[in-house]
Nanobody
């Protein structure tokens, strides 16, 4: 099994940047993809970004594309989410997720495609 721990959240002003980290421990060698989701108060969890573990494919939600960058460091079993040009609507609890299943033709943008989840880290963007 794998354990995911997010870190790097905090309070930033609009237009600022923040870098989130997701450290994975346990059986990480068979992970197919890693993803980031977020959940704002009173809203459902939504997809943010995903990255393949064995390849170099990335996929972003339209709302963050061009502003956020997902990356990985397999040697450190860590996935990052660099968030630039932050907006108040980016305020949410950000969750890291890991998928151990290969889905042909999918982009790992659905909650059902992931098997393990972190506890989340709060990101608050002030106006």
């Amino acid at each position: 099994q794998v354990q995911l721990v997010e870190s790097g959240g905090g309070l930033v002003q609009a237009g600022g940047s923040l870098r989130l980290s997701c450290a994975a421990s346990g059986r990480t060698f068979s992970v197919r993809a890693m993803g980031w989701f977020r959940q704002a108060p009173g809203k459902e969890r939504e997809f943010v970004a995903a990255i393949s573990w064995s390849g170099d494919y990335t996929y972003y939600a339209d709302s963050v594309k061009g502003r956020f960058t997902i990356s990985r460091d397999n040697a450190k079993n860590t996935v990052y989410l660099l968030m630039n040009s932050l907006k108040p609507e980016d305020t949410a609890v950000y969750y890291c997720a890991a998928s151990y299943t290969y889905y042909s033709g999918r982009y790992y943008s659905r909650e059902s495609e992931y098997d393990y989840w972190g506890q989340g880290t709060q990101v608050t963007v002030s106006s």
